[in-house]
């Protein structure tokens, strides 16, 4: 009876170890996934930047997920539907703002592959404004945004990278 409880025990541990290994290599397999999902997204130099949280300048940082604020990036047009809270420098009509919200082609357009992610810069000028994007993608679900403007203050957004939407 001893031996059989031990030989049970044994089987149980062998059972476990192989589920732990099945958990790691298929954690790891979707990791690999979406990395060259990343890497795809960022050959084509089309993507977009769903953004989940927005940090204001001296500001608590606010919840925006599930309010579709986003940036589509492409290297004919980079078009922007972000919130914006902070202060304005001037050009800004009290009430009238409506976000960070612009488009234009960009100027000065780099994707360039890091160690753990890529970075991308591009500058976009409006008729009212210059904006300079600043982008680090890590992963699919890793991603963070900060745009400066001439009229505004810095504002960065955290999110996540995603295949445009058409």
Sequence with gaps: MKKFAIFCGMLLL????????????GSSQEFQREEEM???LMESGKF???A?????????P???????????FSSEKITSVLPFYG?????MILGKDKGMRFHG????????????GYEISATVK????????SLTAKSLGNASLSISSNNRSTISYQGEIVAPSE
């Design 14 to 25: 062998l059972v476990v170890g192989v589920s732990a290994q099945e958990k790691d290599r």
């Design 62 to 72: 606010k919840n925006i997920v599930g309010e579709d604020y986003s940036i589509s």
């Design 38 to 40: 990343l890497k795809n």
């Design 126 to 133: 409006t008729r009212d404004d210059v904006f300079r994007i």
């Design 87 to 91: 202060s304005a420098h001037r050009g």
């Design 52 to 60: 989940e949280t927005v940090f204001p300048m001296g500001q608590p």
């Design 105 to 116: 082609q960009p100027e000065n357009f780099h994707i360039e592959r890091r160690n753990e």
């Design 48 to 50: 977009e930047f769903l």
